[in-house]
């Protein structure tokens, strides 16, 4: 069985910046692709960030220049660094992780950026 757990969401002013960590916990031998993805109320679950197990990595272009995101493969986790965080960046934001040939999802962890 094959867990990922988020963390690090929270409440931030306009500007402001957030770390969201994912580990992974189970039956891991070894996990290929992970990334961030961001759900508003009444949209679609979008791209906000990947990154391959060799570190090459892909952003949405609303994100650009203010994430990043990096893994540790010893960890098994992954992490998005925020900053200038704007309002229309409030989501749930999930983590995804392919581990042999299935993706797992995480719970999601809120992030409202509002004054």
């Known amino acids: 069985q094959v867990q990922l757990v988020e963390s690090g969401g929270g409440l931030v002013q306009p500007g402001g910046s957030l770390r969201l960590s994912c580990a992974a916990s189970?039956?891991?031998?070894?996990?290929?692709?992970m990334g961030w993805y961001r759900q508003a109320p009444g949209k679609t679950r979008d791209l906000v960030a990947v990154?391959?197990?060799?570190?090459?990595?892909n952003y949405a272009d609303s994100v650009k220049g203010r994430f990043t995101i990096s893994r540790d493969n010893a960890k098994n986790t992954v992490y998005l660094q925020m900053t200038s965080l704007k309002p229309d960046d409030t989501a749930v934001y999930y983590c995804?992780?392919?581990?042999?040939?299935?993706?797992?999802w995480g719970q999601g962890t809120q992030v409202t950026v509002s004054s």
């Open positions: 990154i391959t197990r060799n570190g090459i990595t």
């Open positions: 189970g039956r891991i031998a070894s996990i290929g692709t």
């Open positions: 995804n992780a392919w581990i042999t040939t299935r993706g797992y």
